[in-house]
């Protein structure tokens, strides 16, 4: 039975992408009877999960040891990042082939530093994609709003992109429109679109975290008799607005602009479910697995989520049930004086924020890493 959990989801249209990545899970085995087993389908990384296994662990010593001392500590964590990319890349090799490309991806994501700069955005990832060199690496950029400028261009020269850190409908709106704008712009220019892939990554747990946290000030401040009206609206925001993202995305994908790039061969951007590890150990440790089920979706789980899921989740499709009470709910929200667009605004400055600092820490932990390693040698 701890099988089929996960193949159900699978079979409901639901993509399963692991949100890790380490080297032994890529030479042990232990990655390839994960996708055989667990149905997995994809891999998604950042700096934060890169600066984890890079600390604990001893397995790029070798190849550190072994680089250029020329080499800065950016250009170190590129070249181990790289060696990993490429090498998941060719293990889901399989997927992307079976799926007709519809699947099996992996992300690298450009340096947090450049988020707000479309340029420098574009020249980075340009620059990994050329390096992984492998047809089903995603390059990852910010839904910032000069993010999305760079998907355009990026979506335009025929780079597959995984648009990160979107936590507001608007947001999502803008990046659908520059993936379209992007496959538009390859037609014109007489390019084939149908190679060309991307997925919208869609933010769910911090949602939750930052609206819970606003609702418990007012609960201090309210009158007895509004107290429960404000607690039963805990925990309940970051589905709702994920389900009217998916709303969004079946109306965006059904109009007649889209009709046209479909008959050239174009395929649709997946909504991406991130960041649905549950963060309030009073709520249920799959819900937000539970809750977005749907086809045309990816959810990407840390190791621990997909394990819990396996053991306990519940597969039905939710992803576009109750749609009236996800409007429902998000204006009780707005109307009890917590703002979706603050919420949504302040998530994102401090996303990108969290993962700079990963970032940092990440190139410090490598040159502490290389003057220990010379020490040695």
């Given at each position: 039975m701890t099988r089929n959990?996960?193949?159900?989801?699978?079979?409901?249209?639901?993509?399963?992408?692991?949100d890790n990545i380490d080297r032994p899970m890529l030479f042990d085995g232990k990655l390839e009877r994960s996708i055989a087993e667990d149905f997995l389908t994809g891999m998604t990384s950042n700096p934060t999960i890169f600066e984890k296994a890079l600390a604990e662990g001893t397995e790029y010593d070798e190849q550190l040891t072994g680089a250029s001392s020329e080499l800065s500590g950016h250009e170190l964590f590129e070249l181990v990042e790289t060696t990993d990319v490429q090498r998941a890349c060719d293990l889901f090799a399989g997927v992307y082939?079976?799926?007709?490309?519809?699947?099996?991806?992996?992300?690298?994501?450009v340096s947090p530093g450049v988020a707000h700069e479309v340029g420098?955005?574009?020249?980075?990832?340009?620059?990994?994609?050329?390096?992984?060199?492998?047809?089903?690496?995603?390059?990852?950029?910010?839904?910032?709003?000069?993010?999305?400028?760079?998907?355009?261009?990026?979506?335009?020269?025929?780079?597959?992109?995984?648009?990160?850190?979107?936590?507001?409908?608007?947001?999502?709106?803008?990046?659908?429109?520059?993936?379209?704008?992007?496959?538009?712009?390859?037609?014109?220019?007489?390019?084939?679109?149908?190679?060309?892939?991307?997925?919208?990554?869609?933010?769910?747990?911090?949602?939750?975290?930052?609206?819970?946290?606003?609702?418990?000030?007012?609960?201090?401040?309210?009158?007895?008799?509004?107290?429960?009206?404000?607690?039963?609206?805990?925990?309940?925001?970051?589905?709702?607005?994920?389900?009217?993202?998916?709303?969004?995305?079946?109306?965006?994908?059904?109009?007649?602009?889209?009709?046209?790039?479909?008959?050239?061969?174009?395929?649709?951007?997946?909504?991406?479910?991130a960041s649905t590890g549950v963060k309030n150990p009073a709520y249920r440790d799959v819900m937000y697995v539970e809750d977005l089920i749907g086809p045309t979706t990816v959810n990407t789980m840390p190791p621990a989520l997909i394990e819990a899921f396996r053991e306990h989740g519940d597969v039905q499709r939710t992803v576009d049930s109750r749609i009236g009470a996800a409007e429902g709910l998000l204006r009780e929200v707005e109307a009890v004086g917590v703002s979706?667009?603050?919420?949504?605004?302040?998530?994102?400055?401090?996303?990108?924020?969290?993962?700079q600092k990963s970032f940092e820490a990440l190139i410090a932990g490598i040159e502490r890493k290389m003057s220990q390693l010379a020490t040695h040698k």
């Open positions: 959990r996960l193949e159900q989801l699978h079979n409901e249209g639901q993509s399963i992408w692991l082939e079976r799926t007709g490309r519809d699947d099996g991806y992996v992300s690298i994501e420098e955005t574009v020249e980075e990832a340009k620059r990994l994609w050329r390096t992984v060199d492998r047809p089903n690496v995603m390059v990852k950029v910010p839904g910032t709003p000069q993010g999305a400028l760079a998907v355009r261009e990026l979506i335009g020269a025929g780079i597959n992109v995984n648009i990160t850190l979107l936590f507001s409908l608007d947001a999502h709106d803008s990046v659908i429109d520059a993936y379209m704008s992007g496959l538009e712009d390859r037609v014109a220019a007489g390019h084939p679109v149908n190679h060309v892939f991307s997925v919208a990554s869609f933010f769910v747990s911090r949602v939750d975290t930052e609206v819970d946290k606003r609702l418990d000030e007012l609960i201090k401040a309210a009158n007895p008799s509004d107290r429960d009206r404000l607690k039963m609206l805990k925990g309940r925001a970051a589905v709702a607005n994920a389900k009217l993202a998916y709303r969004l995305f079946t109306r965006r994908f059904a109009e007649p602009r889209w009709k046209q790039l479909e008959e050239h061969g174009a395929r649709r951007q997946k909504p991406l479910w979706m667009r603050d919420v949504t605004d302040k998530l994102l400055v401090d996303g990108l924020a969290s993962f």
